[in-house]
């Protein structure tokens, strides 16, 4: 999809957010604007206008908001879900992409990844409290990753497990 890191390879991929990121609910459509290639690409993908949509994103328009389903709309065109993402982690949620479509293998494919993604968790980690007890700024980044890879593991098995369940 337009607007995808192309670094995000992952059929399931997990979206850390940082708060800081975005900061508040306008900056966050205001870079869901962006994603979507501004305003004027925006309007004609969603059914407001583009002045409209600036309004969305200005903060001296404190009482005007996007509508769930702009945003959705313009979430779908970007790629990318900046606002979804921004209201996850307002309520201290993280956002976890499942595949569209069951990834190839079998249940032991599914747990061997699984177990070698949080081997590397332990590993990691292990190796990082070993000299000093503590995670820091410089090793964080490397962990995150590593954990962000074994979430995405069971979200691929989640996905084949769910499929298992007969529609009610």
Known sequence: MAGRNPDMSNTSRIHSFHP??????????RAL????????????????????LSEYGNPRYDERHMPLDVVLALE???GAMPVTEHL???????????AAEETAGGWLDHLT????EAGDVFHRAGEYLADD?????QEAPVLLKEVDELL???????????RRIPDE
């Open 133 to 137: 007890g503590e995670i820091d700024a």
């Open 76 to 78: 779908r065109a970007a």
């Open 20 to 29: 800081e990121r975005y900061g508040d609910v306008k900056s966050a459509v």
């Open 88 to 98: 996850a982690a307002e309520h201290g949620a993280l956002l976890l992409h499942l």
């Open 152 to 162: 995405a593991a069971v979200a691929a098995m989640r996905v084949a497990v769910r």
């Open 113 to 116: 990844k699984i177990g070698k």
């Open 33 to 52: 604007l962006h994603a979507v290639g501004g305003e004027a690409q925006a309007a004609a993908a969603c059914r407001v206008s583009k002045s409209t």
